[in-house]
């Protein structure tokens, strides 16, 4: 059974920091998808950030609101990934949540579909005040 914690949501001022963190347990991956997702209220879940991994190496993409603003990192030592967002908005503001899958998406077409993914996390508030 794959859980996956999450950790740092909070509320901050526009243009502040936070970091979100997603740590799985349960089994090991020799390759992965991590993704980030957020939901606003009233609105459908949109993809935010992921990085693929396997033994050849990592890649990260990042959705078009967000580039240049978020990093997406993994610590493998420490078997968590970080979402740093910087410069952050009002409307980033949502509940956000990690997904993953144990494959490596290189087609970037899997990578925002919620259905891509088999495991979620429980979601984390990020709010962003004006």
């Known amino acids: 059974q794959v859980r996956l914690v999450e950790s740092g949501g909070g509320l901050v001022q526009a243009g502040g920091s936070l970091r979100l963190s997603c740590a799985p347990s349960?089994?090991?991956?020799?390759?992965?998808?991590m993704a980030w997702f957020r939901q606003a209220p009233g609105k459908e879940r949109e993809f935010v950030s992921a990085?693929?991994?396997?033994?050849?190496?990592?890649?990260?993409h990042y959705a078009d609101s967000v580039k240049g603003r978020f990093t997406i990192s993994v610590d493998n030592a420490k078997n968590t990934v970080h979402l740093q967002m910087n410069s952050l908005k009002p409307e980033d503001t949502a509940v956000y949540y990690c997904?993953?899958?144990?494959?490596?998406?290189?087609?970037?077409?899997?990578?925002?579909?919620?259905?891509?993914?088999?495991?979620w996390g429980q979601g984390t508030q990020v709010t962003v005040s004006s």
């Open positions: 349960g089994r090991a991956f020799s390759a992965y998808t």
């Open positions: 990085l693929v991994w396997s033994d050849v190496g990592d890649n990260t």
């Open positions: 997904a993953l899958d144990s494959r490596a998406f290189y087609n970037r077409s899997y990578l925002p579909r919620s259905t891509s993914y088999n495991y």
